[in-house]
């Protein structure tokens, strides 16, 4: 499986995004996807999983309330709103995927998109 994630860009504090993750080379149905951010200086984080057969969702208390994680299997898709940005999220925003169990830890994860930067202006 490869992934690429896009929707990235510039916004005002806020405003709204939605980053996409698309898998190919293989069916996405059967992964856990999450979604990690990295600023500059900074060490990568989580944001977000979600679970295969779009199972509830968990978040970072940092985004819980203003991000939502959404998948769409026929399309091989994983969406990310992003709602009320601030700019503390402002970051390099990366999607992966496993198999197996759920994890907030970007070690445990093997596959990752290129990462799509989000910049939030105050």
């Known amino acids: 499986v490869q992934l690429q994630a896009s929707g990235g860009g510039l916004v005002q504090a806020g405003g709204s995004l939605r980053l996409s993750c698309v898998a190919s080379?293989?069916?996405?149905?059967?992964?856990?996807v999450g979604w990690f951010r990295q600023a500059p200086g900074k060490v990568r984080e989580f944001v977000g999983v979600?679970?295969?057969?779009?199972?509830?969702?968990a978040y970072a208390d940092s985004v819980k309330g203003r991000f939502t994680i959404s998948r769409d299997d026929a399309e091989n898709t994983v969406y990310l709103q992003m709602n009320s940005l601030k700019p503390e999220d402002t970051a390099v925003y990366y999607c992966?995927?496993?198999?197996?169990?759920?994890?907030?830890?970007?070690?445990?994860?093997?596959?990752w998109g290129q990462g799509t930067q989000v910049t939030v202006s105050s």
């Open positions: 080379g293989r069916t996405f149905g059967s992964y856990f």
């Open positions: 992966a995927a496993r198999k197996g169990h759920t994890s907030t830890l970007y070690g445990d994860y093997g596959l």
């Open positions: 979600i679970p295969p057969r779009n199972n509830r969702a």
